[in-house]
């Protein structure tokens, strides 16, 4: 099985187990986002699916990742100063971030998922996840 096959029966595996009803809407939002590895921001999302979905709004893209978002399907990034990115990809991994055009790269590297954790955390943090962001400036800007 292709790896989109397999995030298609991963999306649509979640989405049950969230009891989230699976529209062509949200099925169309998530194909888009394994379409390109570029961590796209809703708005970039909103104007590719338009073709698609010519009627669909702003505010539903929007709600529709935020929602995936929150449920694990997908992942949430925080980008520098900018509108917040998406990532399909769950799976341990990190992130090289270009501080010029903003271009978000997956970095795959073990050692990054060892990271310790600081020793006095203070009471009654619980560390659920470990995501470590690199930044510089990509192959592109640096030319």
Known sequence: MMKTDQEMQRF???CRKHHLKIT???TVLFKELLSEPDHPTADMVYQRVR???PNISYDTVNRTLLSFA????????????????FDPDVSQHH?????KCGRIIDIEDESYNNI???KHLPE?????DKHVVLEGICDTCHK
């Open 51 to 53: 073709e698609t979905l």
């Open 95 to 99: 992130h090289f971030q270009c501080i």
């Open 12 to 14: 649509y595996t979640e």
């Open 116 to 118: 310790g954790l600081p």
């Open 70 to 85: 929150d449920l694990g399907i997908i992942r949430q990034i925080e980008s520098r100063g900018t509108a917040k990115r």
């Open 124 to 128: 009654g943090l619980v560390v659920l």
């Open 24 to 26: 062509p809407q949200r």
